[in-house]
């Protein structure tokens, strides 16, 4: 695997935490793993002919139907791919958080004064009405 035309070789990266896995032993093995997050890596996620477009997920046609595409198989047209990992974005996410908080009055950036303060209000609350007790 190289940038098209350059000669220079593409780094594989995790599919699951985008490391590199230049520590890793090549080829890939069924029992491959990153060594920074511990997944598997020989994975439907992880090959060249995973789509998930696709009803099987997968875009090689003599290839067994793997149910789990992120557990490692014995698929024996696995071709690991150096795009496999896809950052997510977490805009959109933020963006629905904020939304909620509005609505239900939510928010993470509250002091630690308030905090205290309404643990004090949930203690007078359930003080004992009898100062015997």
């Not at 205290?116 to 003080?127: G, P, T």
Request: net charge negative.
């Amino acid at each position: 695997m190289s940038h098209a035309g350059t000669g220079i070789p593409e780094v594989l990266k995790c599919w699951k935490c985008g490391s590199a896995l230049s520590g890793v032993p090549m080829p890939l093995s069924r029992l491959s793993e990153c060594l920074v997050c511990h997944a598997e890596l020989y994975v439907c996620r992880m090959c060249r002919f995973y789509d998930p477009e696709l009803r099987q997920g997968c875009r090689e046609d003599r290839a067994e139907h793997v149910q789990e595409k992120m557990r490692a198989n014995f698929c024996e047209y696995f071709q690991p791919r150096p795009d496999a990992y896809q950052e997510t974005d977490q805009v959109p996410a933020r963006a629905a958080r904020a939304q909620l908080d509005a609505l239900f009055g939510g928010d993470d950036t509250k002091s630690a004064a308030d905090s205290d303060r309404a643990h004090s209000e949930l203690e007078n609350l359930f003080k004992s009405k009898n100062p015997a007790d």
